[in-house]
């Protein structure tokens, strides 16, 4: 079966820190990768997606970067942490297929002080 | 401007009674609609997908219903357990991918002994 691991599951950093953000996945093959974040009150906003490896496309011009350097990894960076940073990050994967559902870690709860 | 509206925004019920969430959305093109759970500090899983063709799809005490013409979905909830207690996100894609979901900021609900 297939599983997400995402980690760490929370995370204090102060501004200008450096951030990296790890997700794998197993059990399947080349599926599209995903980072969202979730403010309170409000819907999931995506930052990045990945249909392969080193093919990354951004959604929100920002201070934070993905990569994708193996089929299964996904990881999310920043060079400087900035206090609106903060928030609750989900990695999630779907296969490549209309209507086939995302599949979301348990998140990373960052918060930047 | 694509959107997705759900009401209310928080929901107490007591255990065992039957609920009613609802989903309105001004999103074009469709492609599909899907209902998540998010427990507090998890992410979302997934309970039902529904295509344009479908009005009505059932995951055990979860029943999601679709009317494409008035752009409105509802997700019905059985007999209640304390385990519902949860948010429940409505999430609705356009006809270019699942890179394209517009969330809703989901229903609160909480369901007490």
């Known amino acids: 079966s297939q599983t997400i691991h995402q980690w760490p599951a929370t995370l204090v950093q102060p501004v200008g820190s450096p951030l990296s953000l790890e997700c794998t996945v197993e059990?399947?093959?080349?599926?599209?990768l995903y980072w969202y974040r979730q403010a309170a009150g409000r819907g999931l906003q995506l930052l990045f997606y990945?249909?392969?490896?080193?093919?990354i496309s951004s959604e929100v011009p920002q201070n934070l970067s993905a990569s994708r350097p193996q089929d299964r990894q996904f990881i999310l960076s920043s060079k400087k942490l900035l206090l609106s940073d903060s928030g609750f990050y989900l990695c999630a994967w779907s296969v490549s297929r209309e209507s086939s559902p995302l599949h979301f870690g348990n998140g990373t709860r960052l918060t930047v002080t | 401007k694509n959107q997705v509206e759900q009401s209310p925004q928080s929901l107490i019920i007591l255990e065992g009674k039957n609920c009613t969430l609802q989903?309105?959305?001004?999103?074009?093109?469709?492609?599909?609609l899907r209902w998540y759970k998010q427990d507090t500090g998890r992410g979302p899983v997934s309970l039902t997908i529904m295509t344009f063709s479908e009005n009505t799809k059932s995951n055990g005490r979860y029943t999601a219903t679709l009317d494409a013409d008035t752009k409105q979905s509802s997700l019905h909830i059985t007999a209640s357990q304390l385990s519902d207690s949860a948010s429940y996100i409505c999430?609705?894609?356009?006809?270019?991918?699942?890179?394209?979901?517009?969330f809703g900021t989901g229903t609160r609900l909480q369901v007490f002994p």
């Open positions: 059990g399947t093959s080349n599926p599209n």
């Open positions: 989903c309105n959305y001004t999103v074009s093109p469709f492609s599909n």
């Open positions: 990945s249909v392969g490896i080193g093919q």
């Open positions: 999430v609705v894609s356009t006809a270019y991918g699942t890179d394209k979901l517009i």
